[in-house]
């Protein structure tokens, strides 16, 4: 490294208010004029960070142009306080990455896999070879490693495609859908993984999604593209404050009920065989409970759900559509 | 890492890395002897190693025998020149491992999507071809060089004096730098070719094709030209057809004495001059814009 770039590195590493990921009007136009990335600005702190998106948002390109594979076509980017278009290859150095799709040779051992892909990062032999036991250890992979990949499970390969990641010691991992073709156990697993590596590891992750439901319980931020523009990018806490339910279930009078609370101003939409409301804030739970005591009707449930976040964005990011969209499709359902 | 969890194998925490990163001069020589392990079928399983070592076996074969027909013969004249080395067994073997091995270099890596992984580390586009290039070229070079050095030692060990032995030499290195320039420039058509297809029997099909096919045109102009069906002038600018008939052409052109597979080119020379830069063009420049137009992730 220059002297310039340990410098660098060392900011980064003092000075936490300094984000990991930075955008500025970042703009990526393909030949045919496609628009995958339109003027984004984006700033992504050091955590783990959800990016999500439906497929064709400009996830993929994103990820692409961070790792200084693609050029952009105008704007700025930087990842770990180095420039995409010039330091490409300080980025790839402490950067992992960890492609959607199948990526794996079927006829060589996960050892011998991760160890070469470990000497690609730039590690000498003997500790190429350590860090490929450790990082697969870390996934979960124990006697299994030592055989064929064609042998595998999805499961054990998305493991094996997150080991190859972890191997040259990011300081960041670009994960891009990484709980795909999983079953849900797989999934949870996965997950728990992430947030293992998050928080022991102290590795900043940007996680790829077109899944917020199951993103969400895993990230301290989020950043929401749609169409190659920002939707949303903010702390989850912040996001999921303003999207709390409550499900009231009756066995009886659920009309009555209903028409109570759209008296008191909570409209309540028909979900599954109860009622959602909307909670703005701790008055509104009494609401319910007066409304509940005064009607005195037999409750069956009284749940608080968080909604989905997936529902929040299916709409240009506004809540009260999607809200409503999803009572009205489930009445008429 | 401390004393009470060693209760537990599997949570020892993380570690970080503190040592040294190797830059990438060192990162695309240690993808070379990993591409190079592989074109012998090390680091595979023991499947993947019978093309190779029997096609070597078969290489080395002619020159183990050579050496004991010397030392039994009175004069110890040698019976295989260096610079041509049994051309028809040397093509057949090379296709066949050329064929075989190629695919196993750059052909594995499209079919299984692992191209992301190798550009998403810091090296460049154009690193990844000239790594497994390089390797390609020292597998050849083994495969070629290896029977003539065996064939030398088995010579010069019948020799008594020092003349003899420089007057060995010297016959060596022409052969040896004939080699070079096989390995060079099949190399590069080889796994141009191997790099077509992610799936290894179209890779393997079209390495073959190409050297059988354009070897064996090339054969039958020569032999129509040589029976007077287009004069002279055909039998000598046939061979520009086939990789193998340009560097036995070239060779013939630089000097070579040893009788060819191609006619002497005489004045033609120049052509198969031509033509070997031709190729070797098309094989090396084609294999670098194959691999900058492959897409990423």
Redesign the interface.
């Known amino acids: 490294m220059t002297p310039d770039g340990r410098a660098a590195k060392v900011d980064t590493v003092t000075n936490a208010q300094q984000p990991v990921i930075a955008a500025g009007k970042l703009t990526k136009r393909y030949q045919g004029s496609v628009l995958a990335l339109d003027e984004l600005t984006v700033a992504i702190p050091a955590g783990v960070t959800a990016l999500v998106g439906a497929n064709g948002a400009g996830k993929s390109t994103l990820i692409k142009i961070l790792l200084g594979l693609l050029p952009a076509t105008s704007g700025t980017a930087t990842v770990l306080g180095y420039d995409c278009a010039t330091d490409g290859s300080a980025i790839r150095t402490h950067t992992g990455y960890m492609p959607e799709h199948d990526c794996l040779p079927s006829d060589i051992s996960a050892t011998e896999f991760v160890t070469h892909l470990g000497r690609m990062s730039g590690l000498p032999a003997t500790a190429a070879k350590e860090r490929a036991a450790d990082s697969l250890r870390h996934v979960g992979l124990y006697e299994e490693r030592y055989r064929s990949m064609g042998t595998y499970s999805t499961g054990m390969k998305q493991r094996v495609k997150l080991a190859q990641a972890l191997v040259g010691d990011p300081r960041l991992l670009l994960l891009d859908e990484p709980t795909n073709g999983l079953d849900p156990a797989g999934r949870s697993a996965m997950l728990d993984l992430i947030t293992r590596i998050g928080s022991e590891f102290g590795i900043s992750i940007l996680v790829a999604s077109h899944l917020l439901g199951e993103i969400e319980q895993i990230c301290d931020h989020l950043v929401a593209l749609d169409g190659g523009r920002l939707l949303r990018a903010d702390t989850i806490s912040a996001i999921t404050r303003s999207s709390e339910f409550l499900l009231i279930e009756v066995d009886e009078g659920s009309e009555l009920l209903a028409a109570e609370l759209d008296r008191r101003g909570l409209a309540p939409v028909g979900y599954q065989r109860g009622l959602l409301v909307q909670l703005a804030d701790d008055a509104d739970h009494d609401t319910v409970r007066d409304v509940l005591a005064d009607l005195a009707l037999p409750v069956n449930r009284l749940e608080q759900r968080r909604h989905r976040l997936e529902e929040l964005f299916s709409d240009v990011g506004s809540e009260a559509v999607a809200y409503e969209a999803k009572g009205a499709a489930d009445v008429r359902g | 890492m401390s004393a009470d969890s060693a209760g537990v194998i ?1 949570n020892i ?5 503190q ?6 001069p ?2 695309v020589r ?2 070379c002897w ?1 591409s190079l392990r592989s074109a012998f079928g090390f ?3 023991a499947k ?1 190693k019978i093309v190779p070592v029997l096609t070597f076996v078969v290489m080395c074969v002619p020159a183990v025998v050579s050496a004991v027909v010397i030392a039994l013969s009175s004069n110890h004249a040698r019976p295989v020149s260096y610079d041509t080395y049994l051309s028809a067994l040397r093509i057949l073997v090379l296709i066949v491992f050329m064929a075989a091995q190629a695919p196993d270099l750059v052909s ?2 499209l ?4 191209l ?9 586009r154009i690193d990844y071809p000239a790594a497994k290039l390089a390797a390609f070229i020292i597998a050849l070079l083994v495969m070629i060089e290896i029977p003539l050095l065996i064939l030398y030692l088995g010579t010069v060990t019948q020799l008594h004096s020092g003349s003899q032995v420089w007057h060995e030499t010297k016959a060596l290195i022409p052969g040896l730098l004939v080699g070079l320039a096989w390995a060079v420039l099949l190399a590069g058509l080889a796994l141009l070719f191997a790099s077509f297809s992610g799936r290894r029997a179209y890779a393997t099909g079209a390495v073959a094709i190409f050297f059988f096919l354009t070897l064996t045109l090339s054969r039958v102009l020569i032999q129509i030209g040589q029976q007077g069906g287009g004069g002279q002038g055909l039998a000598k600018t046939a061979g520009l057809i086939s990789p193998f008939t340009v560097l036995d052409g070239v060779r013939q052109w630089l000097g070579g004495t040893s009788p060819g597979i191609v006619p002497a080119p005489g004045g033609e020379g120049v052509l198969y001059g031509l033509m070997f830069v031709v190729f070797l063009v098309v094989g090396v420049g084609g294999l670098i814009a194959r691999y900058r137009r492959v897409g ?2």
Do not use: C, M, W
Not at chain 2, 13 to 17: A, I, K, L, V
Not at chain 2, 19 to 24: K, S
Not at chain 2, 111 to 114: A, V
Not at chain 2, 116 to 124: D, E, V
């Open positions: 599997h925490g993380y570690r970080s890395y040592g040294e990163r190797l830059g990438r060192q990162i240690a993808l990993y680091g595979r399983g993947a594995r890596d079919r299984s999507h692992t992301p992984l190798y550009f998403a580390r810091p090296i460049k990423v992730a």
